[in-house]
């Protein structure tokens, strides 16, 4: 393989971005990355917050919200009344399982590619109550949506009070069939918490046709809202029961003008809330990017994913782990086993370490099933190129040659 040390050209749309020059970022899908205009209207937003605070927090702060969350149900296809914001999926997961009541009779239901951080949300109101967390085994490499459907429901049981799923894996970049699984189980009269953390940008979204009880997606991420943005979505028969992480002065509010489950969420206690106010703003600025809006951009980020990992499975000599239909705009490639370091698992895997070290490319080789197996996730956002995971491929086949 001939040795490179070049830096490929980015795409036109980066300059709309704070990124590093120096650095060939492929990782938009672990913390997102918010485009210069957005960020902008967040500081014009802190500018009004800190100029009058009372103004801000007592007089404006609810029209603002409310104007943010209707233009974010219309983008998701729910009703403004349906959501709430919180900062991460994280927390939403966290507010719905530990609102719930289950007992040592119930079963909750998720399968081994759940997030980890949702998974470790699972465990401890299971350890707290006596139910019983249930894994369905999604294989991967995997042939078929099919097999994903078929691995949840075979661990369905009359025991089965809820089902917790990932809508886009992050280990694996993996699209979950969910609509097809919810309807499954919704005539089963079983509840369903959908982990929609990538999805919301990533895919056209429309809740209602989702039917899910429970959704919860971030808005950092592929909306490329500041840091801290996502909502919590809440069929309308369930809302009573649902309570926020932290309880506040919406808990005993004698206002009826507005539900109980807005007044608990829209107010936890003084913090700043610009991220929620800007999710409007970074809708109309990614959908203003391309002549065909929002259609065309996810369309070119999934196009530029799927290229990618044809370059990257040409280059390694590895088939797709998954078929196209299966992914997005985030797709992994499998990795030759990893070396075992004296027995410890490192905080970043030695190949993610030294391509950033030794090639400026930032990009996550994550350990699956288990270490020493590896996969290779790369994302596409318009700020990327074609180029720049053909530098990639180059890499990788330098340092696996060494």
């Not at 704070?18 to 960020?39: K, Q, R, Y």
């Not at 056209?204 to 979505?233: D, M, Q, R, S, V």
């Not at 996810?298 to 000599?317: G, K, V």
Request: charged content about 20%; hydrophobic content about 45%.
């Amino acid at each position: 393989m001939k040795k490179t040390n070049f830096k490929p050209t980015p795409s036109e749309f980066e300059k709309f971005w704070m990124l590093d020059p120096e650095i060939t970022f492929l990782n938009h899908g672990s913390f997102g990355a918010c485009p210069v205009p957005v960020l902008e209207a967040q500081q014009r937003l802190r500018q009004q917050m800190e100029r009058e605070p009372l103004r801000f927090f007592v007089r404006e702060f609810e029209e603002l919200l409310d104007a943010a969350r209707s233009e974010l149900a219309e983008f998701i296809g729910a009703d403004a009344s349906e959501l709430a914001f919180v900062p991460n999926a994280t927390t939403g997961v966290n507010a719905v399982l530990r609102s719930l009541k289950f007992t040592k009779d119930d079963e909750l239901l998720t399968t081994d590619q759940e997030y980890n951080a949702c998974r470790n949300v699972l465990d401890f109101v299971a350890a707290e109550t006596g139910a019983r967390v249930v894994v369905a085994k999604v294989p991967f490499p995997i042939e078929s949506p099919d097999r994903i459907v078929e691995a949840v429901m075979e661990k369905v049981r009359s025991q089965t009070r809820l089902v917790l799923l990932d809508h886009i894996t992050s280990q694996t970049g993996l699209i979950f069939p969910i609509q097809q699984i919810i309807q499954k189980l919704t005539e089963l009269g079983i509840d369903t918490l959908i982990d929609g953390a990538h999805a919301p940008g990533m895919l056209a979204l429309n809740l209602h046709e989702i039917g899910a009880t429970y959704y919860t997606g971030n808005c950092h991420k592929w909306l490329c809202a500041p840091k801290g943005a996502a909502f919590l979505y809440v069929r309308r028969d369930k809302q009573s029961q649902i309570r926020p992480m932290t309880i506040s002065h919406g808990a005993n509010s004698p206002r009826t003008d507005r539900s109980r489950f807005q007044l608990e969420f829209d107010w936890m206690g003084t913090d700043d809330p610009t991220a929620y106010l800007c999710v409007p703003v970074a809708i109309k600025f990614m959908g203003s990017l391309l002549q065909g809006g929002w259609p065309e951009l996810m369309a070119r980020n999934r196009a530029l994913a799927m290229a990618a990992r044809q370059t990257l499975c040409q280059a390694l000599a590895v088939s797709p782990p998954c078929p196209d239909e299966a992914i997005a705009a985030m797709a992994v490639v499998p990795l030759p086993d990893a070396v075992p370091d004296a027995g410890k698992a490192p905080l970043i895997p030695f190949l993610q370490d030294a391509l950033f070290k030794k090639f400026g490319i930032e990009v996550p080789v994550i350990p699956w099933p288990a270490a020493p197996k590896q996969l290779l996730r790369i994302s596409a956002q318009i700020y990327n190129t074609p180029a720049q995971y053909e530098y990639l491929a180059l890499a990788i086949a330098q340092l696996i040659e060494r």
